[in-house]
């Protein structure tokens, strides 16, 4: 089966500027989650998504970020504007819903540089 | 909340063996994840504990104290390969059921 799909791999903008992170889930995998890695630091939770609602966005950063998942299907993250602070990589994971290890898998993530 | 912490990096000898640990506080525990990340790449599953005990598989194993709020990841007969960064992570209990990570363990085998 086809993995966690991200793209874009690696957007490089400018201060200031809008950029739309996608993720593709496994299908079927009802619960996707975004988290960021910012250089030298811990990959940090950003939000839940239980098919298309929100169950916690705890770790949304502030209002310029903002996430979607249309119909249950894949996930976008924008960054509108984004700043300095906003580079890192961005993960996409997502996982089956229900008992048991619900394991996590993980995108090969979109790596975002804002200059 | 939750507070994991971990080795930023150590080295070890291939062949030999290494153990990486993790403690955890958290206000509701329901298990504790390793995963490896090589540079560039994505973070994959290693394995998964929710009982306190010792889990073995292959090369890998993973052990749990609930009481002490300790995992450690013991990696035997190091590879070359096993050079890679090892993410701790504790899933909450609860509704929401977040997975929260540690900074990770940056190991390096050497000759």
């Known amino acids: 089966e086809a993995g966690v799909t991200q793209f874009p791999s690696h957007s490089v903008i400018e201060k200031g500027q809008t950029v739309t992170l996608r993720c593709d889930p496994i299908s079927g995998h009802d619960n996707l989650y975004w988290y960021r890695r910012v250089m030298g630091k811990e990959i940090k939770f950003l939000l839940h998504f239980v098919k298309e609602s929100k169950q916690d966005e705890s770790g949304m950063p502030n209002n310029r970020f903002l996430a979607e998942r249309t119909g249950g299907t894949y996930s976008t993250l924008k960054v509108q504007p984004a700043e300095l602070e906003d580079s890192g990589v961005y993960f996409c994971?997502?996982?089956?819903?229900?008992?048991?290890?619900?394991?996590?898998?993980f995108g090969a993530g979109s790596r975002l540089t804002v200059l | 909340g939750q507070n994991i912490d971990q080795p930023t990096e150590m080295t070890a000898t291939e062949g030999a063996i290494v153990q990486i640990n993790c403690t955890y506080q958290t206000s509701g525990f329901n298990g504790l994840f390793w995963y490896q990340q090589h540079a560039g790449e994505a973070p994959t599953f290693l394995s998964y504990n929710v009982l306190d005990g010792l889990e073995e598989k292959g090369r890998f194993s993973s052990f749990l104290s609930r009481s002490k709020g300790y995992s450690y990841l013991l990696l035997k007969e190091l590879q070359m390969k096993d050079s890679a960064s090892y993410l701790c992570?504790?899933?909450?209990?609860?509704?929401?059921?977040?997975?929260?990570f540690g900074t990770g363990t940056k190991l390096q085998v050497i000759p």
């Open positions: 992570a504790v899933r909450e209990s609860g509704g929401y059921q977040k997975v929260t």
């Open positions: 994971a997502t996982a089956i819903r229900g008992a048991g290890a619900n394991v996590l898998t």
